[in-house]
């Protein structure tokens, strides 16, 4: 299970993963595969400290103020007070995990994983501590890694201001959206192509407001010519692209700003101010000194937090890296070799492009919350390269002994590791290792699959391929599923901002967890799906008539204490081609289609492709199995004078709808249990019982018939609807077939009149049109197969020729207004093509129904004249 935040709650992206791999777990546990699903949580470090920090705030306290120790104490009561609500809902989604191995990440096995982890990679050379450019969150106080960077487009400015040449009395005006970093400025730069400026390369500019601090105006291609005005203020510690420019030519690198967001002592009289208390002071004292040439309203892409949502500043600061290169060339060959499928595979595409272009990975942060860096610093020191590694204090108070004598003193590294890094050992981490010999580890790992949202590819799964080749030497699972993000009916992504959010909580009270679940699976993997009341709506009325149908089968099946029909119920075989040719058309044909129905979907869910099989279950139990089947099988209750038809109904029904409950569980397994264990006779759950065989016999002679059969009744149907027939009347009907074709319609005949509404005493079947044919609605049903319906049945012939000839009436004044259009050459030759085209197709149209009217009251007419006769 991707670990949720233990500070979360359940939203609509959690319940889709839960919906996914429960249906995963519940599928494979059907088919005998041994089967683990492992749940947890993540200690979420940024997000923890600071849901903990505003809660020690409402009571007056400042982090700050405390001893670590004290607080992170605190923060475990917080965790074993509140940590368990998300996972007490998505229990109540019906996760059928392992909760017996549940793990938090920061378990003491876990962490001594992490800390493993790290040794390692140091050892080899692939952790190292440096300065560097880093993405810098001022109020949390900490670090954050590129990918909990979200960018928006926000309102800003371009301030212009005038940078004096030295030496003279020309200025360059420069274009920024962030003025206050002009006291890290160390160059100058223009385009060696831009001719303005070719004349002043070379020379130098006094920064403003800086007490006429000098710095070098230098040619660099990567400059636009087309920004601003083509002069760039070089501020290497506050910017990422001068940054690089900066180390690549050797420019000095000058931090202007504390870690808390206020300017340092390099700002000069700045120095103490806000970042953008500061920006507006200097804005107003360059106006005062005429250095500020305007300001001009801009889209900004400004930087902010994932997390606490503020402006985050580049910063250069010492920090903890992997060299990330040589792991994802790793994980980009497992890919290559077809050892790693990322389903859907377009995702692979943008997992190359990732791991082609990786950065090293900063994974310290500055908190006080999560796994303690496993490092050690020598009291009296000043130099932070003679440092201890270790994997606990007493360790590293002996190697530094060794190395530095008896009298040592150490103190470990404050800072704490990125979570993402304790959640990349996930997939072995919580199977035992780094003891290769524990059971867990030898028997599950590696994993099979990994379900999670397409959005995490780099943050989690990419880093887990990563970690778990270089520290097992096998990816930890051989599928990746992504799922697509779940989105508003109009298919904007859910905020509280624009009040949008559907939670499933309140989902599930109303509309139970088996209508959500059933909604969620049935997108696409991949893509983002738009949740609508309307679909809940509908699987809701999906789980009543499941539950509506397991009454009916419990009505019609023997009581439980009736030992007899019981054992020859249970004896009762449907799986064999034996068994199939002796049974009545209905049964057949409901047993053929759920034997194919078993087939597809098992091939859907071995597949993955879960929306068409929640597709394929819902279409054949609404329509084949509720809406034929048990109609029909309803005959077989009637007419108590033939016990075997009964007994047979009873078998099949109980056979197919218990198929149609394991087909179903993995979707939806609260309904599906408990129709299950109300079916008398279970011996085990429907969570641990078999998943349906496949491959079993279909006859496709009889389905080709009842299809035959269907279309008569729909017909009649259709028929009855056309002439708004009452829907209690039973009409007559007279068949009108080959011999093969009455012989197995006329097996049915009950079935036939109880599901078109017919007068079984008034129903004929013969080989030619009976004599009242011209006085009879004719439905041709297809070769071979005909009805007639004598219209004095199904209507009062006077008040249907009323009713028409008004119909006809109107038809043909509506006819008559598009003729006039289409004959009015204005029309014809002003009006747009296709709206010429579309009256003609009316018109058309309109014709065809005057003339079927027609024909309808001249039947009506003649059918009176003969009654009157």
Known sequence: MPPPNVTGSLHMGHAMFVTLEDIMARYARMKGQPTLWLPGTDHAGIATQLVVERMLASEGINRVDMKREDFVNRVWEWKKKYGGTITRQIKRLGASCDWSRERFTLDERLSQAVVEAFIRLHDKGLIYQGSYMVNWSPSLQTAVSDLEVEYSEEPGSLYHIKYRVAGGSDYLTIATTRPETLFGDTAVAVNPEDERYSKYVGKMAIVPMTFGRHVPIIAERYVDKEFGTGVLKISPGHDHNDYLLARKLGLPILNIMNKDGTLNEVAGLYSGLDRFDA???????????????????????????????????????????????????????????????????????????????????????????????????????????????????????????????????????????????????????????????????????????????????????ARMVMMGIEFTGTVPFSSVYLHGLIRDPQGRKMSKTLGNVIDPIDTIKEYGTDALRFTLSLGTAGQDLNLSIERLTANKAFTNKLWNAGKFVLQNLPKQNDADSWENLLAFKCDTEEALQILPLPECWVISELHELIDTVTSSYDKLYFGDAGREIYDFFWSDFADWYIEASKTRYYHLENPSASATAQAVLLYAFENILKLLHPFMPYVTEALWQALPHRKQALIVADWPATSLPRDAKSVKRFENFQALIRSIRNARAEYSVEPAKRISAAIVASTDVTEYISSEKEVLGLLSKLDLQHVHFMESPPVYANQSVHLVVGEGLEAYLPLSDMVDISSEMQRLSKRLTKMQSEYASLLARLNSPSFVEKAPAEVVLGVKEKATEAKEKISLTQKRLVLLESMASSISG
């Open 279 to 461: 920006r507006k002071k200097l804005w107003a004292d360059l106006e005062e000194t005429g250095l500020a040439v305007k300001k001009e309203p801009r889209t900004m892409r400004v930087p902010r937090s994932q997390r606490g949502g503020e402006v985050i500043e580049p910063l250069v600061s010492k920090q903890w890296f992997v060299t990330m290169e040589p792991l994802a060339e790793k994980a980009l060959h497992a890919v290559d070799k077809g050892e790693l499928t990322i389903i859907p595979d377009r995702f692979e595409k943008i997992y190359r492009h990732w791991l082609s272009n990786i950065k090293d990975w900063c994974i310290s942060r500055q908190l006080w919350w999560g796994h303690r860096i496993p490092v050690w610093y020598i009291i009296g020191n000043d130099s932070q390269d003679d440092y201890i590694v270790a994997r606990n204090a007493s360790e590293a108070l002996e190697k530094a002994r060794e190395k530095f004598g008896q009298n040592v003193e150490i103190y470990q590294d404050p800072d704490v590791l990125d979570t993402w890094f304790s959640s990349s050992l996930w997939p072995f981490s919580t199977l035992g290792w780094p003891d290769a010999s524990a059971e867990d580890f030898k028997h599950f790992y590696p994993t099979t699959v990994l379900e999670t949202g397409h959005d995490i590819l780099f943050f989690w799964v």
